[in-house]
Each structure stands twice: as structure tokens, then as C-alpha cells.
């Protein structure tokens, strides 16, 4: 996998003056170092910070107050979609990306990923991660407006 030269096609379609602090979530220090240098070869995306669990991962986007958080499912201290759901509290206004090491239509149903909450395999965020940003952020404002078991989410649109 070549993070440094594979450069999505999707990524002509974003607005070049438009610029997303970005803020990165996951434990494994390798997985950030490489989405931070993937993110910095795209135009459009600013990293501005990262953490390494939940806890660390709410105060700092409390601080830095991002526009993107790339999410890992797997944290040691919190579900990803759980940090997601507080992290979206805090900052609605947010676009949110979960991303895991399974790669099913079960895992994405579970973790309930929407229009504003995208989903990328571990394994394809290389190929999928721009897209996907793309996707949710061309979607209508949305918000949560029911949260059941603290792990579904389901939107619907502010009118």
C-alpha cells in the first residue's frame, strides 16, 4: 500500500480553497503518523492534532475545535462511535469518519454510519478516506436526533 503516491481521484472534486482541520484518533502512533503524512500530501486538510484514546481525544478537539475527526472504532478506552457521539455534542457542526479493521456492511450497520458519520476500512483508507470526506461533507446539515444502545446513530436533517 502507497500512501504517498495514491492520490485519489475524488480529490480533484474538493474545493481547493476550503481548508479542514483535521484531527486524527487512533492508538496505534504508526496509523497517525501515516494518515498525518497522507493528509498533508492532499490540498484542503490541515492536521491539528491527534490522541491516542477517548478521553485525550475529547479535550483536545475541545481545544482545537476541528472540523474533521478520523476516528478509530477500537480505542482502549471508549468505542470510536461513542467518542464520535460526544465529540458530535461538543462540535455539531463536525464531520466525523470512523474507521476499523473489519471491513463488512455488519460492521458499518452497527456502528451506525450515516450521512455525516462516513465509514472507511482500515485497509482501504488510502483508496476510500478522501471520498468518503467528500461524501459526508456534501451532505445537508445534520444532526443526531436519536441515540439508542450509545452506538446507533441515526440523523435527520436540520430544516
Known amino acids: 500500500m502507497n500512501w504517498t503516491t495514491n492520490v485519489s481521484k475524488a480529490n480533484r472534486s474538493w474545493p481547493e480553497q476550503r481548508c479542514l482541520k483535521t484531527f486524527v484518533v487512533d492508538?496505534?502512533?504508526?496509523?497517525?503518523?501515516?494518515?498525518?503524512?497522507?493528509?498533508?500530501?492532499?490540498?484542503?486538510f490541515e492536521v491539528v492534532?491527534?490522541?491516542g484514546c477517548a478521553v485525550e481525544a475529547l479535550a483536545r478537539c475541545f481545544i482545537f475545535k476541528p472540523n474533521l475527526v478520523i476516528i478509530d472504532e477500537g480505542l482502549p478506552d471508549l468505542s470510536g462511535s461513542?467518542?464520535?457521539?460526544?465529540?458530535?455534542?461538543?462540535?455539531p457542526q463536525a464531520l466525523v469518519v470512523l474507521m476499523s479493521?473489519?471491513?463488512?456492511?455488519?460492521?458499518q450497520m452497527r456502528l451506525g454510519c450515516s450521512a455525516s458519520l462516513g465509514f472507511v476500512a482500515k485497509a482501504r483508507?488510502?483508496?476510500?478516506?478522501?471520498?468518503?470526506i467528500i461524501r459526508i461533507s456534501n451532505q445537508p446539515a445534520l444532526k443526531p436526533s436519536?441515540?439508542?444502545d450509545n452506538r446507533h446513530f441515526l440523523f435527520t436533517a436540520d430544516r
Open 27 to 44: 492508538d496505534m502512533p504508526e496509523i497517525v503518523a501515516t494518515l498525518t503524512r497522507f493528509l498533508q500530501l492532499q490540498p484542503g
Open 146 to 148: 436519536h441515540i439508542h
Open 125 to 132: 483508507l488510502h483508496r476510500d478516506l478522501i471520498t468518503e
Open 101 to 107: 479493521g473489519h471491513d463488512d456492511l455488519e460492521c
Open 82 to 91: 461513542h467518542c464520535a457521539k460526544l465529540i458530535l455534542k461538543q462540535h
Open 49 to 51: 492534532g491527534s490522541a
